[in-house]
């Protein structure tokens, strides 16, 4: 291994000149590629994560067929068949929609997409005959009576269309993906933790890094370190069990989970993230603006407030993001203290469902290739993309504040 | 003229110092170290309320035996045991990428080097994905992707490695507690002095040799105050193993690699919200809960030594 010293030479430009070494050459590039595969990484969550969920988007795709076969049952399917015939020995009454409705593509269509074509030229086209010629027909002889009810909905439009409705109702004759409703569940319950974790987990920050003495900073910093220690699932189970009972004891509300517990509970998990980031930024404010304002005459409190914190605003926001980012993807906490329904209200003592939670809880119970299951994906390359957004934007915008702010450009 | 008001206006001035001043002061600190009080106690509640409850439990003969009775009974040995197999394999693959990442970052690249500025985003991104899409990308990439895709390769399409076990979970484990590694080691590398690299260097030793001899026997203790973070990290996240291998319940332990396992915080979750009797199993849970605690603040304690002991040799 080492290359024996020159020895009795004279040192020329020559021997002096860095030499070319397979085994150095090698190693930094065996180095170098794996740190690339980290960057990797990030490609594959985000391309496998969003491949799954691709039959929400494709038209003509085959895998879209088969699952049509695998929700329609047997018997189903021989009259879906029959029907198909019917149509096409009839190609002249049906004229041009006709070609949208090849057979192929029938399956593909039944599932969800095409919504404008069918919606809009169908009704048209035939009337009061359109349920006849739904895609779906075959497989909704039973589900027509509900149909007709909710007013001849195509079958196929449905995913996409009820994206925007305000019910989760996955499992059924007639699913219905109600985004929104996840939404604002999501969204109440991360408000709700935000409010007790942000104010406590930065007054906490504050009173570590400008009024601790050193001891009592070396203390307290690690105690509530060890807060992010603690498994989401034993905060979950905590919560659940203890908190949930204690909250319904004090408040004497109905559903003994809510959105008020599960957001109790993730406050316990954002607070660590919060608190750190935000007290590295506290420490990070330059000596010279506390020693000024305390030279002034402003008391320590004021300086506190009027001088550090402001100071540090972007990293306070930076930690703050990361917080959201943190109770907005949390998974066991949500699955264990929220109640996971997907109800409809502004209360904050009833049951809601978070996205997380209802791909931790409904993924298991998925077909692969299902539109459930796709819709699971869907739902998650949503919630990478957002924690994505949330991480660049406290990095890069905040950085660059925090840099321009302490160079005072 | 002007200045003088405005020295007179001042609130920082002595003259407006008054006792009313002094009184809002104390009440501001006051209010800082009551949000540090409460976090902490808070803390020490969760701890002092899952020992209380799950110490009549916990003893050895629970630790060591394995669930009976439709695991309303007995013990947690095959989740215990999983557990560990999940950390350990998870280890194998995430130390020694995590190291050679952290070495790239501290030794290789430039300082303004956009590929290394790429890296670091993205392992802090990683750090930040929620762990339920790992679950995802566990699912997505490993189960249906690469065990379908080594299935119909070698195993002529009969479903062996395309579905749910041990490797996949671990695997996916890894990609989460990837950062926790390479953020500690890169942390250690940091503190070895500039001196002995260039001394290194100035003896003639190539940089792979600096590196290998120098650097890396440098940054053990920074390798192994990442992995027991990891490990920490690892026995304690659930979600990511909600669909890449976690059972049930299973009578034997795992044989192989391709087997799915049971897991501690995966035990606490379906006991306390799947199972048949919640009430009647609730020291149960409690009991596995405290398990769990031990095990995750422990690992934590022992890396919080360790860094700091490196910190202090820094200084």
Known sequence: MNSPLPKKETFTKESLKKQFRLSEFLAEKIISSVAFLSIAIIFLIFIFVFKESLPLFSFGDKAKAKTEIQTTTGAEVETYGAETSTEESEPETYGAPAESLEPESYGTTTEDLNPVVEETTEPETYGTVTEDLNPDSASEEVVAIDDKVTGNKEGADKTWSTFFSTEWVPVSDNPRFGLIALLIGTLKVTIIAMLIAGPLAILAAVYTSCFASNRRKEIIKPIIEMLAAFPSVVIGFFAMMVLATFFQDVFGYDSRLNAFIGGVAMALAAIPIIYTISEDALSAVPKTYTEASLALGASKAQTAFSVILPAATPGIFAALLLGVGRVFGETMIALMATGNAALLSANPFESVRTFAATIGSEMAETVFGETHYSVLFFIGSLLFIFSFILNAVAEFYVKGKLIKKFQGK | ?315
Do not use: C
Not at chain 2, 78 to 90: E, N, S
């Open chain 2, 1 to 315: 003229m002007e200045h003088t008001i405005d020295i007179v206006e001042n609130p920082f001035s002595k003259a407006n110092n008054t006792k009313g001043k002094a009184i809002k002061e104390t009440a501001v600190v006051g209010i800082t170290q009551i949000a540090v009080i409460l976090i902490i106690a808070i803390l020490f509640v969760i701890l002092g309320i899952i020992i209380y409850q799950g110490r009549d439990k916990f003893s050895w003969e629970f630790i060591s035996s394995f669930p009976t009775d439709g695991m309303t009974k007995g013990g947690i040995f095959p989740a215990l045991i999983g557990t560990f197999i999940l950390v350990i394999v998870m280890s194998i693959a995430a130390v020694p990428f995590g190291t050679i990442t952290a070495i790239y970052l501290t030794e290789y690249a430039h300082e303004k080097s956009k590929f290394a500025a790429a890296v670091r985003f993205s392992i802090r991104t990683l750090a930040v994905v929620p762990s339920i899409i790992f679950g995802l990308f566990g699912l997505g990439f490993f189960i249906q992707f690469v065990g379908t895709g080594m299935d119909s390769a070698f195993n002529g399409g009969e479903l062996h490695w395309g579905q749910p076990n041990i490797l996949w979970a671990s695997l996916t484990m890894a990609l989460l507690t990837l950062p926790v590694i390479i953020v500690s080691v890169e942390e250690a590398l940091k503190t070895i002095p500039r001196e002995l690299r260039e001394a290194s260097l100035a003896l003639g030793a190539t940089k792979w040799q600096t590196i290998k001899k120098v650097v890396f026997p440098g940054s053990i203790s920074g390798i192994m105050t990442g992995t027991i973070l990891a490990v920490s990290r690892g026995a304690g996240e659930v979600a990511p193993i909600l669909f890449t291998g976690a059972a049930y319940y299973l009578a034997t332990l795992p044989g192989s690699l391709s087997d799915q396992f049971m897991n501690l915080g995966y035990h606490v979750y379906i006991m306390s919200t799947q199972s048949s009797d919640v009430e009647k199993t609730m020291p149960i849970q409690f009991a596995t809960t405290l398990v769990l605690l031990i095990l995750t603040l422990s690992l934590n304690l022992v890396a919080v030594v360790i860094r700091s002991r490196i910190r202090r040799k820094a200084k």
